[in-house]
């Protein structure tokens, strides 16, 4: 399976993980995956996913979505290809769930009508199983409502379908679960509830047969207005009189290939058949998918281990397997708890659970040898040519269960454990992780089964089962809770889930959360429960063995084992190599006994030894930039280890990209503790890493965090580095106001301190806010002071960079001769030089100095140039402008399809990122286009964003751009008064400056 579009539309990633399309690519990849391997044209793909309205966008709507697309689809192997004026994605049916689904409800149809029972019931039980939600779940549009509507219609009659005829085999006891999971998700499917009610009668549960029909009949009422259906009514009579016909039926063999039967009489008559499983839990809910792989592992292999965190579900979903299989064993069902985990309960030794199990089996005490190796040979001999399922729970390890295990390959031996047991080399293993989110949801509403306070649509019963991280043990704790206090609501349980007080929240009587985990705990030794509970101190979700050796003070060596040891133990997760994570809960537990065992010196000395090592390994990966991204302040004395872990900068990227959110969390964890050293160096090398990446986003909070640690211990260097980097984020973000104060503000703290370069730094920056509100001829004037000062004090790397940033002011003031002057001299202060990134700029501004020197041609080669070095050097936004910029090349050109593809190449590229001059930009060039074209509806749809924009950041120069836009698209639609009115507003914000646009606006009223 390759494409999911039940429960949200999603790829499989290179790894086995499932990754969720957003937004409108989601519905983009619906269609091409409904349509599996046929092409469909993009009107039709227009249409379907943003509505008849936009059909006349056609590619120019759908290009974008299908270019990221394909990067979203490469890991999994699929492309998407033009075909016939459309696109096809290349699968096969089989790929697609719900295809899949399709296809195997008419496999088991067939097979029904020619009598082979088997097959129709695997092919409706692996269909069912797939059903995990609803279909286009997250997509909107007319299209995908309807289809969503249709399939569920198809899935509840697969479900009616496939219950009827398991009834009319006489599986009731096997489905009653199963159909009341179903009856939660299609509460008023007339059909279902038949099933259910015929199921819970023949099961001996007349009294909750008639609750189905009551609430099935309200449900009716209130949400569809109308009765239930004669048939629902006539059976409802029928079972409230007890009528003879309703009995079960014998259970039906299965036909097989080799015209065999089994049943569950098969067995001699003179030969115990035990059936000690439990019953399933009530409310059992999802696990469809660990179901279906258990069972295609129990096909080939007589032992399966299923292992997992302790509340993880292990034993219910272990005991709804064996249920499920136990047709398949007609001499018996064993079951036996080992309490390898349970508390002052002692592990049954292999030798006590071996004479339980020959009891089980018939076997008098005279019967039952005295030795190990000798009641382990008997259970051998009683189970030989038999088949029989074995369930043992809550193993500890291998060596105890090893003696019970049958000889042969005709008995299922199941065995639960919150350890993996890899040296059981027969045993197929598998591990059981949370419950998905909707099963986790339907999980809750079963369990309280009071749809008035816990519905399944409500964002508090979402909202709860999310704080309880979708373990099964700590929702059926809250479901406890909620059923024996009628008066509480799910919002007010949710409000008593906070942090601090959860793990006391989950629990009941002699159930608990806490507890569970502490069984797990109590098998530790003294160093891996000091390891674990040390790692309850790290403040990021996951981390690895650098990080974990910090915090415990070991090696990174020592820490790698013992982090493998707690994941065996289920007490970590590692959903890749060398990354380990907690569950919610477990950290909430590991927290909690770190502040209970160690003392507050400890703790602090963990914390000191962990932002020690972040610090050094950020400086590390900040010394693999260029020397302009990778100065900032060092204020901690830490020990750097002798050699660098990274030798490239893609390296250093690689886990910057890995550890940021880490980084972040340790970083607000510094800052709440007051350790401010440590928050302002890692804030100061964080704000390094965003400002050369151009990912603003975060920066405000980095930079208030650093400004006010460095405030804190009085460094003024460090003080005015902060105000610097919070005045280019507000900037980015389009608060040209805000920017300029704190650029003033650092201006000031340099100017006192006297160090040149940081003068001159800050005099460039504000030249550069001051150029982005249109003030060039300020913008050069602050430069031109920041110039004398880097030649009078030899800062040549400074001089050029400034000589560059000079002639792009000068550009957008029509100075094109005096910009040529500025880059020559660059040209001159670059010889011999390294320095990629001046190199890059350089070839930049010499295209727009070429553009407005009438060459566009040259223009473009020199962009392109620029281009390729930045994605060279991985320079996103360097990406993004200089398509930008070739697009303007372009349409100088009149080349305006070529320029439409460069813009949308740009927004591609700009995706999210929360950029407003950027995004604006590229609407402003792709107007221009569209004007260009006399496309005047789709130019007025670009402005108006532009527009829009203006208005959210208060930004009075992406008002005035544009306003000059809308006044010609105005005009160019014979509206005088808008487009004069339009203009007007523009001249009123460009006549502060002497520039080619202001002259252009003038010209534009002067016409008549």
């Not at 569970?516 to 530790?524: D, G, I, P, V, W």
């Not at 013992?562 to 569950?583: I, K, T, W």
Request: hydrophobic share 45%; charged share 25%.
């Amino acid at each position: 399976m390759l494409v999911r579009l039940l429960g949200g539309v999603e790829v499989a990633g290179a790894e086995g993980q499932w990754r969720t399309v957003p937004g409108k690519r989601a519905g983009v990849l619906a269609v091409l995956a409904v349509a599996a391997g046929e092409p469909v044209p993009a009107d039709e793909l227009v249409h379907r996913v943003w509505g008849a309205s936009a059909v006349a966008l056609a590619d120019g709507a759908v290009y974008p979505h299908i270019t990221r697309l394909r990067a979203t689809l490469s890991p999994a192997g699929l492309t998407i290809s033009r075909a016939r004026g459309g696109y096809v994605l290349d699968l096969d049916a089989d790929q697609v769930d719900l295809l899949t689904i399709r296809a195997l409800a008419v496999r088991a149809r067939e097979a029904a009508e020619t009598g082979e029972d088997a097959k129709a019931l695997t092919a409706w039980q692996r269909a069912t199983a797939l059903l995990r939600g609803e279909a286009l779940a997250g997509v909107d549009g007319d299209w995908a409502e309807r289809f969503r509507q249709s399939f569920g219609g198809e899935a509840r009659s697969l479900l009616a379908e496939r219950y009827g005829w398991e009834l009319r085999w006489g599986r009731h006891h096997a489905v009653v679960d199963e159909l009341l999971a179903a009856m939660v998700r299609y509460p008023t499917c007339e059909s279902l509830a038949e099933h259910l009610m015929l199921a819970l009668y023949r099961c001996g549960r007349q009294a909750e047969a008639l609750a189905v029909f009551d609430r099935t009949a309200r449900l009716l009422r209130d949400r569809l207005g109308v009765d239930p259906s004669e048939s629902l009514r006539r059976l409802h009579r029928r079972i409230l009189n007890q009528d003879a016909g309703l009995a079960a039926p014998e259970p039906m063999a299965f036909k097989t290939t080799t015209s065999e039967t089994t049943t569950v009489d098969d067995a001699p008559a003179d030969t115990v058949v035990p059936a000690q499983l439990p019953a399933p839990p009530r409310a059992f809910v999802g696990r469809e998918s660990e179901l279906a792989a258990l069972k295609r592992d129990a096909d080939r292999t007589s032992v399966l281990i299923l292992d997992g965190m302790p509340g993880v579900g292990k034993t219910a979903t272990a005991v709804r397997l064996a249920t499920e299989l136990a047709q398949r064993y007609p001499d018996g069902q064993l079951f036996l708890d080992l309490h390898g985990y349970s508390g002052d309960v002692p592990a049954v030794e292999p030798a006590e659970a071996l004479v339980r199990l020959l009891r089980g089996l018939g076997a008098e005490a005279d019967q039952i040898p005295t030795g190990l190796d000798e009641r382990s040979a008997e259970l051998r001999t009683r189970l030989a040519g038999r088949r029989v399922l074995i369930l043992l729970d809550n193993a500890a390890t291998s060596a105890q269960v090893r003696p019970l295990l049958p000889g042969g390959t005709d008995c299922l031996t199941i065995i639960t454990s919150r350890r993996r047991l890899p040296d059981l080399l027969e045993a197929a293993p598998a591990s059981l992780d949370v419950l998905e989110p909707e099963e986790a949801v339907r999980l809750l509403v079963a369990a309280v089964d009071d749809p008035k306070r816990v519905a399944e649509d409500s964002a508090d019963t979402a909202a709860i089962v999310e704080v309880a991280g979708r373990l099964p043990l700590a929702i059926r704790l809250i479901a406890a809770r909620l059923r024996n206090r009628r008066n509480w609501t799910a919002g007010f349980m949710l409000g008593r889930l906070r942090d601090e007080t959860i793990l006391s929240e989950l629990s009941a009587q002699d159930v608990a959360v806490a507890s569970a985990f502490s069984m797990s705990y109590a098998e530790l030794d003294d160093g891996h429960r000091r390891m674990f509970r040390l790692l309850g101190l790290f403040p990021g979700q996951d981390f690895d063995a650098t990080f974990a050796a910090a915090l415990a003070d070991v090696a990174p060596e020592a820490a790698d084992r013992m982090l493998e040891d707690l994941v065996d133990a289920h007490l970590l997760r590692s959903a890749e190599p060398g990354r380990y994570r907690f569950h919610d809960l477990m950290r909430h537990y590991a927290a909690t006994i770190a502040t209970e065992t160690e003392t507050a010196a400890e703790v602090e000395a963990a914390r000191t030894r962990l932002y020690d090592t972040a610090a050094v390994m950020l400086r590390h990966a900040i010394s693999q930039y260029d020397s302009y991204v990778g100065y900032y302040p060092r204020l901690i004395e830490a020990v750097d280890p002798p050699e660098s872990p990274w030798r490239t900068r893609a390296e250093a990227s690689a886990w910057f990209g890995t550890e940021l959110p880490n980084l972040k969390a340790m970083l607000r964890s510094a800052n709440e503790h007051r350790m401010d050293r440590h928050c302002a160096e890692m804030a100061a090398a964080m704000s390094a890493y965003y400002s050369h990446h151009h990912a603003d986003h975060d920066l405000d909070r980095i930079g208030e965090w650093g400004l006010g640690s460095a405030r804190r211990i009085g460094d003024r260097e460090c003080e005015g580095y902060f105000l610097n980097k919070l005045a280019g984020a507000y900037q980015a973000w389009g608060d040209v106001g805000m920017a300029e104060r704190l650029h003033e503000q650092a201006l000031a703290v340099r100017r006192e301190l006297g160090d040149a370069r940081y003068i001159v730094s800050s005099l460039s920056n504000l030249a550069l806010v001051h150029g982005h509100s249109g003030e060039y001829d300020r913008a050069v004037e602050l430069r031109g002071e920041a110039l004398a000062l880097a030649a009078d004090n030899g800062l040549v790397e400074l001089e050029r960079l400034i000589c560059v940033y000079m002639a792009g002011s000068l550009c957008e003031s029509g100075r094109i001769a005096e910009a040529r002057l500025q880059l020559e001299r660059a040209g001159e202060l670059l010889t011999g030089s390294d320095d990629a990134f001046a190199r890059m700029s350089l070839d930049a501004h010499w295209g727009n100095v070429k553009r407005g020197e009438g060459d566009p041609v040259e223009a473009q080669r020199l962009h392109e140039r620029a281009l390729a070095a930045y994605e060279t050097h991985g320079h996103s936004v360097g990406q993004v402008q200089m398509h930008s910029e070739i697009a303007s090349d372009l349409i100088a050109r009149e080349l305006w399809d070529e320029a439409w593809k460069s813009c949308v190449t740009s927004m591609e590229l700009l995706g999210d990122t929360e950029r407003p001059e950027l995004r604006a930009e590229n609407l402003l060039t792709m107007a221009e286009v569209c004007l260009a074209r006399g496309h005047d509806e789709d130019a007025f749809e670009q402005l108006s964003a532009v527009a829009d924009l203006a208005e959210s950041r208060d930004s009075a120069v992406l008002r005035a751009k544009a306003d000059w836009g809308l006044a010609r698209v105005a005009s160019a639609k014979g509206d005088n008064e808008n487009a004069v009115q339009h203009a007007e507003r523009a001249l009123a914000y460009y006549s502060r400056f002497d520039t080619p646009r202001t002259e252009a606006i003038r010209r534009f009223l002067s016409q008549p």
